[in-house]
T-cell receptor, first 109, second 113 residues
């Protein structure tokens, strides 16, 4: 079966750095997405990786290793507004998006 | 970036009635749109893939007669929850986009009383 694993919850301190990991097992691979979702709101797009390596976008970076079925989202200079759920999603061989359960990130002052 | 607009954002309806949710792509044409349902503290669950000009493709376990999808134009897809029951209360989200990015509507919080 297809599976995406990410930690349920993480806590970090304002100003610090946090890394959210995502491992996946899917039938085929056509890209990996990271989304941010605040409670009661729809997800917003953060990043897309289809080739191995690191994609940097401001305070957020995303890394992909296709051979290991692994990705991480790196958030730097954490701000209180970064408290949200972070969803990892993989597009499989049929171009279907498979979603992880999300990681709830709690930022403390 | 591209914008997907969903309406209404919140709706409360009585059990047994039907509710229609609209999803529009405002600045691009979407031949395919996706409808998701999300229960509290859970991830998105794909309900169906809406295809312009043809029938929607439903995921296993989703009742096509209960969740009617119409994708009559390249910018509009609608989801109608028919004969709604309290267990249908959930957060419904649509999305559209392209290979490298998917955009989501604002979501609709449906409460069936």
């Amino acid at each position: 079966g297809q599976n995406i694993d990410q930690p349920t919850e993480m806590t970090a301190t304002e100003g610090a750095i946090v890394q959210i990991n995502c491992t996946y097992q899917t039938s085929g691979f056509n890209g990996l997405f990271w989304y941010q979702q605040h409670a009661g709101e729809a997800p917003t797009f953060l990043s897309y990786n289809v080739l191995d390596g690191l994609e940097e976008k401001g305070r957020f970076s995303s890394f992909l290793s296709r051979s290991k079925g692994y990705s991480y989202l790196l958030l730097k200079e954490l701000q209180m507004k970064d408290s949200a759920s972070y969803l990892c999603a993989v597009r499989d061989g049929n171009y279907q998006l498979i979603w992880g359960a999300g990681t709830k990130l709690i930022i403390k002052p | 970036g591209a914008v997907v607009s969903q309406h209404p954002s919140r709706v409360i309806c009585k059990s047994g009635t039907s509710v229609k949710i609209e999803c529009r792509s405002l600045d691009f044409q979407a031949t395919t749109m996706f409808w998701y349902r999300q229960f509290p503290k859970q991830s998105l669950m794909l309900m169906a893939t809406s295809n312009e000009g043809s029938k929607a493709t439903y995921e296993q376990g989703v009742e096509k007669d209960k969740f009617l999808i119409n994708h009559a134009s390249l910018t509009l897809s609608t989801l109608t929850v028919t004969s709604a029951h309290p267990e249908d209360s959930s957060f419904y989200i649509c999305s559209a986009g392209w290979d490298t990015e998917a955009f989501f509507g604002q979501g609709t919080r449906l409460t069936v009383v």
